[in-house]
């Protein structure tokens, strides 16, 4: 291959993990592996300069912005560290820096790496006015809405803090929030996080920040900014954070030699793993501000500091066999199933391989000596295959065709990676998917029948569809192992009592593919009642706000099904809500018809989701953060001071409770 086409092959490369990475927060590559390619890259670069590009990925900081936020400029460029894996280059990194300084003594800083997503604060009087994501190193997202529902995070500071001032650190999700989190999913037969990082940097992109503040995010704050900061010193500066009101990890040491450096590293690269969240290597800074200054800065990255990576465990064991799982929405999942091997202090025998791509990016064979890792993955992934060690003999995993569970053809839509069982309503793993999905929270909220519980009515013939449910005798259930009486009753109590639940919550707990929660609210709404939904043609669909070609498609085709227009009908018979509640109808209009809006602070005649449903029944759209396609901010008492200085920043009109009753009146 000429060095032209290697090259630009590389930056392709690398632009798409780049994307995978900051944009889909969905990495297939480990950290090593990009770096390794990143070098590889930065060396043809440099032997041929000819062929120099300014958007190369050698050239720019990773980019994580997203759609839907604001963007913000940084006052001070976030630029990325250099990453190293070995001592020699951490030992290299120390002469440099004596050499930069001229001889002169010099502490570093060492401390822990934490494995999440960057974020900037800023203060001003002691009172958090944003929080802005790394975004390309020059601008990021504003997600203060998303950020001020950390706990661990100060709002308003305390002490002799500077006028002015900018703390950087790293949002983080624990791993118990993680695995349970990643338990919930799969319930729901949503895709898993494949770490905690994934995890903090999907939560922090969300639009509702009260979904957020479920999430039990955490926070460590490593590094300070301003024109007037209380020492003249890295390690210093962080002691005052701390009195503040800062999380400051205690994880922190200066260093004079390099032994006290390495002592640092092996201490921690074992003690990490008693950590309650995810950290991945130690970051070593020169301690005095004035010294930082005098060694400068790269195109990319500060001179003053190095990031010393972990080496992910791997360990190297047998794939015995390929099988495959159903999810509720039918998406087939390739499993690895290995011989035992210890890895992390856990015995691993089974990795997930996600997609028929991966497979054949790995070009698996059964038999093969594969490379499974962890790191700073929950789940054990393979990495690579020791292709020297394969048989002449050796099998090459085919993708199956057909569903492990009830035998139909699987498919594949154009554009996703993930193939599909279509017999929805006759493969087992789906149904028992979809009445998981209807007695949800969210969706009939029946307490007490769990996956197991259904797994058991449906093994015993008690269950076939989500109207069975309403068939269910008390001797049904506490027939059950664990089970008894007591339980049975509760549990047909809570099935009763789900007839009361409104329109839009039944409709979204009928398991349509494509319609959600929001989907469901808005053809409630608009169409009524189930009958006008299941006549709708896909045109008068589409013409809803927000109802695209593939969610319309999937609402018209699903009613063109003999056996769900029985299951409706079965469901009616029971009681079920099908139709908008006439009380809320009759408080409804198209006054605030096409206008988007943003709710802010506390109200004397409504709760926060009344004044939202209030819009919604008016035709109005509800948005979490202010942009420039927002109409109205209605703000109450205690206004967060960033969404209104957002709004005056946009222009965006800031109306009161009363101009907003005025408006619903008209």
């Not at 050796?394 to 993708?399: D, I, L, R, T, Y």
């Not at 793993?429 to 197991?452: C, T, Y």
Request: aromatic share 8%; with cysteine; proline share 3%.
């Amino acid at each position: 291959m000429e060095i032209k086409e290697q090259i630009v092959n590389l930056r392709a490369e690398l632009s798409q993990h780049n994307y995978n990475y900051y944009v889909l927060s969905q990495p297939t590559i480990s950290d090593f592996e990009f770096d390794a390619k990143l070098r590889q890259l930065q060396e043809l670069e440099t032997a041929h300069p000819e062929y120099f590009d300014p958007s190369s990925p050698t050239q720019r900081v990773g980019n994580d912005l997203t759609q839907g936020f604001t963007q913000v400029e940084h006052k001070y460029p976030m630029l990325s560290l250099g990453n190293t894996y070995s001592e020699a280059d951490i030992t290299d990194f120390y002469n440099r820096v004596s050499k930069g300084l001229d001889g002169e003594e010099f502490e570093i800083v060492c401390e822990l790496k934490y494995d999440g997503t960057s974020i900037s604060l800023t203060y001003q009087n002691g009172v958090l006015q944003r929080a802005v994501t790394r975004g390309d190193g020059q601008k990021g997202d504003d997600v203060t809405a998303n950020v001020k529902t950390i706990r661990c995070i100060p709002l308003k500071l305390q002490g002799n803090y500077p006028e002015e001032l900018e703390m950087r650190g790293e949002i983080l999700m624990p791993w118990k929030v993680f695995e349970a989190l990643n338990v919930e999913r799969e319930t729901q037969g949503e895709p898993l996080f494949a770490n905690p990082r994934n995890a903090a940097s999907g939560t922090l992109k969300m639009q509702n920040s009260s979904q957020v503040a479920k999430r039990k995010l955490d926070s460590y704050l490593y590094y300070m900014l301003g024109e007037d900061l209380p020492a003249e010193s890295h390690y210093e500066c962080l002691e005052a954070a701390k009195g503040y009101g800062f999380k400051i990890s205690d994880a922190i040491r200066k260093c004079k030699t390099l032994k006290e450096i390495f002592d640092f590293i092996k201490y921690w690269d074992t003690e990490r793993k008693n950590l309650p969240v995810a950290t991945d290597g130690i970051v070593l800074k020169v301690n005095s501000f004035a010294q930082q200054k005098k060694l400068g800065y790269t195109a990319k990255s500060p001179r003053w500091a190095i990031a010393y990576k972990f080496q992910a465990e791997r360990a190297l064991t047998r794939l015995i066999a390929v099988t495959y799982q159903v999810g509720r929405t039918g998406v087939i999942t390739p499993v690895a199933n290995l011989e035992p091997v210890q890895l992390s202090g856990t015995v691993v025998k089974r990795a997930t391989l996600h997609n028929a791509d991966i497979i054949e990016s790995l070009d698996l064979h059964v038999d093969d000596m594969v490379y499974v890792e962890k790191g700073g993955e929950i789940i054990p992934k393979i990495t690579g295959v020791d292709i020297n060690r394969r048989s002449l003999f050796a099998e090459k995993v085919q993708f199956i065709t057909k569903c492990p569970e009830c035998g139909a053809k699987l498919q594949r839509l154009e554009g996703e990676a993930a193939h599909y069982c279509p017999n929805e309503d006759g493969c087992p793993p789906q149904i028992m998917g979809k009445i998981e999905h209807f007695v949800s929270r969210k969706a009939m909220n029946i307490d007490g029948l769990g996956p197991e519980i259904i797994d058991s009515l449906y093994s015993h013939g008690l269950l076939k569809s989500i109207a069975d449910l309403y068939l269910l005798k008390v001797q049904d259930i506490a027939t059950l192992e664990g089970l008894g009486e007591k339980s049975a009753k509760k549990i047909l109590q809570g099935i009763r009592s789900s007839v009361e639940v409104p329109f839009e919550r039944v409709l979204f707990a009928i398991g349509i593919r494509y319609v959600g929660e929001t989907v469901a609210k808005k053809l409630a709404l608009t169409l009524k009642n189930i009958d006008a939904i299941a006549s709708a043609s896909i045109q008068e669909l589409t013409a809803i706000d927000e109802i695209g070609e593939s969610i319309a498609g999937s609402v018209y085709h699903y009613f063109r099904e003999q056996k769900h227009i029985e299951l409706i009908q079965k469901l009616k018979d029971f009681g079920l809500k099908m139709e908008t509640d006439s009380s809320k109808m009759e408080n409804s209009s198209d006054v605030l018809g096409g206008k988007t809006f943003v709710v802010s602070g506390v109200f004397a005649h409504f709760s926060r989701d009344g004044i939202k449903e209030t819009i919604e029944l008016n035709g109005g759209k509800i948005s979490s953060s202010i942009s420039s396609k927002t109409d109205f901010v209605v703000a109450g008492e205690n206004m967060g001071p960033a969404k209104k200085q957002k709004a005056e920043e946009l222009g965006v009109k800031i109306i009161d409770e009363d101009t907003f009753i005025g408006m619903l009146q008209k």
